[in-house]
C-alpha cells in the first residue's frame, strides 16, 4: 500500500470523479489516474461497489475524487492555475477543457464540465502584470482584461509598447 500524501486536494464529485481523473491525466503532463476505491456498503449517493474515491494526479498535484453526489457545486473560489510557455500550449489546455463540455470565461479563466475552473496562464503574461515598471505592468493587465483565453502575442505586444 503506497503511504498517502500528507495533503491532498480533495474534489467533490456527482458520480464520475474517475472519468474527470482520467481526463486530466490524458490532458495535463506529469499527471496520472492511482487506486480507484468502491464503496465497501450502500451510501446515501451510491450502491455498494460504486466508485467512491479515486486518487490521481494533476500536475503533480495528489487529488482525491469523492463521488459524494448532487448538490455541492465548484466555484472560483478554488481553481488549478496551469503556467504555459507558449500560444500552443495555452491552446491546448484551453481548447481541451472548453471542447470537453467546459465553458470559457474571462482573463484566461475557464471551467470544465465537471465545475472545476481553470487559469491557463502563459508565464509572459504573469511576468508582464508583476514587471517593476508600472507602465508595462498596466499595459499588460489591460490587455488581459479584455481577453477571455489569453492571446501571448498580444501580450507581447503590450510588454513592448
Known amino acids: 500500500m503506497t503511504k498517502p500524501a500528507k495533503n491532498t486536494i480533495c474534489l467533490w464529485y456527482d458520480g464520475d470523479a474517475e472519468v474527470a481523473a482520467r481526463f486530466y491525466a490524458e490532458t495535463f503532463p506529469d499527471s496520472s489516474v492511482g487506486a480507484v476505491h468502491r464503496a465497501p456498503s450502500d451510501f446515501p449517493s451510491g450502491k455498494k461497489g460504486d466508485v467512491l474515491t479515486v486518487e490521481f494526479t494533476v500536475l503533480g498535484i495528489p487529488c482525491i475524487g469523492l463521488n459524494g453526489g448532487p ?27 472548453v471542447s470537453n463540455g467546459g465553458e470559457e470565461s474571462q482573463c484566461g479563466w475557464c471551467k470544465d464540465k465537471w465545475g472545476l475552473h481553470w487559469q491557463i496562464t502563459p508565464t509572459v503574461l ?5 514587471n517593476p515598471d508600472p507602465a508595462v505592468a ?3 493587465f489591460d490587455a488581459m482584461m479584455t481577453m477571455q483565453k489569453i492571446d501571448v502575442s498580444a501580450i507581447e505586444a503590450a510588454v513592448r509598447s
Do not use: L, P
Open 126 to 130: 504573469t511576468q508582464g502584470y508583476t
Open 138 to 140: 498596466e499595459r499588460v
Open 71 to 97: 448538490g455541492i457545486e465548484h466555484n472560483m473560489a478554488f481553481s488549478f492555475q496551469v503556467a504555459t510557455a507558449d500560444q500552443a500550449e495555452t491552446d491546448r489546455y484551453w481548447n481541451a477543457i
